[in-house]
């Protein structure tokens, strides 16, 4: 691949989608984020749908602000998108796309695993510190974009009134790191925590997805102040959901989860 690149890909890429498309006879092709990272395969399926006579229909969880986003956004002939926030749609119809072709379908969750009645047992058996504190839950790979720093500086001021809150930043070891940037993020947060002596005050840990439901629950607050533009933010619902106050910065779509007050 690395001395083919992508581009050398193009009849690979044609004969593994038409296979699949003979195979599965579908009504309609529906794509993910297929409007970015690789325009063979967003030309290719395109040209195979249209050749069939088939509907393309693509769900945008993500905009960027580069070429390549621009052009697979204007240039690909999607029947039509999904959007999984109003602020995708906005930015979408930014990039030239037409408001018409555009429906927003927010995301949801399970709610039968998200409860306010989940058990802490489990949280609290691994994590004894955890006992009797109050806990203020970060769910978000651990990262400045998702705004941990923020969550840090502002335990410095909680600690202040509610000497034994704990923060817990919950991160996950299953993540593409686009930027190279997560070992050097946590270096720096981990330098905050010392400095600003709260090293008794925060737990971090990446913890498996079974986890999460019982982190809620045993949590006071859920805070998610993001620094980035969010598309839409699943743990804004897990929080609602488990019955758990989330606060969250006003960027992206999480506003249109999240009311003040």
Known sequence: ?????????????????????????????????????????????RG??????????????NVWDDNLFLDLTKKVKWDHIIAVSHFIKREIIGAGYSHKGITVIHHGVDQDSYFSKASTRPVFKKYPVLRGRKIIFHPARMGLAKGCDVSIKALRIVKERFPRAILVLAGTRNIIDWGQTQQRDIAYMVSL???????????????????????????????????????????MLEALSSARPMVVTETGGMPEIIKDG
Do not use: Q, W
């Open 1 to 45: 691949l690395s001395k083919r690149g992508v581009n050398g890909l193009t009849e690979e890429v044609t004969a593994v989608f038409e296979k699949f498309i003979d195979e599965t006879k579908p009504d309609c092709v529906h794509v993910h984020n297929m409007h970015y990272f690789s325009k063979i395969h967003a030309l290719v399926i």
């Open 193 to 235: 925590i010392k400095s600003l002596e709260l090293k008794d005050n925060v737990l971090i840990d990446a913890f498996p997805l079974k986890d999460m439901p019982h982190l809620y629950a045993a949590s006071k607050v859920c805070i998610y102040p993001s620094t980035s533009s969010e598309p839409f933010g699943l743990t």
């Open 48 to 61: 195979i749908a249209t050749k069939k006579g088939i509907p393309l229909i693509l769900t945008a969880h």
